[in-house]
């Protein structure tokens, strides 16, 4: 047995939730906490070329090669979690020998978790699952995949008869909102080829993500008292419902699987005069994202025309783009990951991510970089829950691909 588990029942106590509203890197203090607790175990593992950027909360550190080999490969995974359900106090505890049934992850709050409603439950029996008791997320998105990695690193010090080139590890802050490859000094990390080890079920491959841009449209309206109101009034609340209602209907993430694109209203917030509305815009096939961003485009100029210029302002940006670009001149990382997979009993399940990561945005920085999963569910949500055997197997998964790059 690893020390993996260790590992992630420890980092989970630190709060790490990024935050979207923040101007700074890292986006909340906590992030530096589990940076200094992992430069520590690093130390103490007796890695080298341990650099810690106290700037924006990168961690970087290498285990030295014990034979010669052309690649330098690099493992990466963020210490941020996400801010849709609160990190702070995870009260984490393990389900032994899962039955099958409903658990009970709060009976005070009346909060269960059943495989009704969570069907994957029922792959796992008998396996050791990781819970929370219902009020928080359990943070394995993605401590468990610095878990994973850390374990790796700490088995292939202690093992010095494995063969392998040098290997690099990153730890980064504020991937979950999309900030997470800002300061990632890629040339300082001097891999060749990276995996990022970032949250989903043991088998996961990606090397597809989606295109993605955001938008944030502002209308400007005219608030005059409503007895009044006759050809005076325009309600910024209403041109942005209009604006909503132009865009495709079944083009929302309510009705898209697959390769399938949408747009997505996230946020709203206004009144008459000033009303906002917060988008992204997502895509797998460039043309269609292109198309996509030039179709919201035009319909903030027919409202414009309607209304009169400068009723609705747009800001948009891109976020990054689809890596399967950079992917596919790169296939020997799939293969390999693939392979490995099989020699220690996972099914490897490729599929496209219906959204991104920081593999993403380093595969266009020079860093080829698909994504590996963790084995970790309900992902954002109190309901997570982690597999302890899968986590396990992840780790021996990691050791596997290492040997494949000797």
Do not use: W
């Not at 203090?29 to 890695?47: H, K, P, T």
């Amino acid at each position: 047995m690893s020390k993996v588990i260790d590992y992630f029942l420890e980092y989970i106590k630190i709060n790490t939730t990024s935050d979207e509203k923040s101007h700074t890197t890292p986006s909340f203090s906590g992030e530096f906490a589990l940076a200094d607790l992992l430069v520590r175990q690093l130390n103490d593992i007796g890695a080298e070329d341990i650099t810690y950027d106290k700037e924006h909360c990168y961690v970087y550190a290498t285990i030295p090669a014990t034979a010669q080999s052309s690649t330098v490969l690099g493992f990466i995974a963020h210490m941020d979690t996400s801010p849709e359900v609160s990190g702070k106090d995870v009260k984490a505890r393990i389900i032994e020998h899962y039955d099958g049934q409903s658990i009970c992850l709060n009976r005070e709050k009346n909060i269960y978790m059943n495989p009704q409603e969570f069907p994957s439950l029922m792959d796992y029996l008998d396996k050791d699952l990781i819970v929370t008791d219902g009020t928080t997320l359990l943070g394995g998105d993605d401590k468990a995949g610095i878990a994973e990695i850390m374990a790796m690193a700490r088995f292939l010090m202690e093992h010095p008869g494995i063969r392998h080139g040098k290997i690099r590890i990153a730890f980064t802050p504020d991937e979950e909102i999309g900030k997470g490859a800002d300061y990632f000094d890629v040339k300082l990390f001097g891999a060749d080829y990276a995996y990022t080890v970032d949250g989903g079920k043991a088998g996961e491959l990606e090397y597809e993500n989606f295109n993605a841009a955001g938008a944030k449209v502002t209308v400007h309206g005219l608030n005059v008292h409503p007895g009044n109101a006759k050809n005076k009034m325009k309600n910024a609340i209403l041109i942005l419902q209009e604006f909503q209602e132009n865009l495709p209907k079944m083009e929302n993430p309510m009705y898209t699987e697959g390769y399938e694109g949408f747009y997505h209203l996230d946020h709203i917030s206004g009144n008459v005069e000033t009303c906002t509305g917060d988008y992204i815009i997502r895509d797998h096939d460039r043309k269609k994202f292109e198309d996509k961003k030039t179709f919201f485009m035009e319909n903030a100029a027919f409202l414009n025309k309607k209304y009169t210029e400068g009723t609705i302002e747009v800001h948009m940006q891109d976020s990054y783009y689809n890596m399967a670009e950079v992917m596919e001149k790169n296939m020997h990382l799939i293969k390999n990951a693939k392979d490995a997979m099989k020699e220690v009993g996972i099914n490897p399940i490729v599929q496209p991510i219906r959204g991104g990561t920081d593999g993403a945005r380093l595969s266009f920085m020079g860093l080829p970089c698909p994504n590996i999963g963790t084995g970790s569910h309900n992902c954002h949500s109190r309901f997570e829950y982690a597999v302890a055997e899968d986590m396990e197997a992840i780790v021996d998964l990691l050791l596997h691909i290492v040997k494949k790059f000797a």
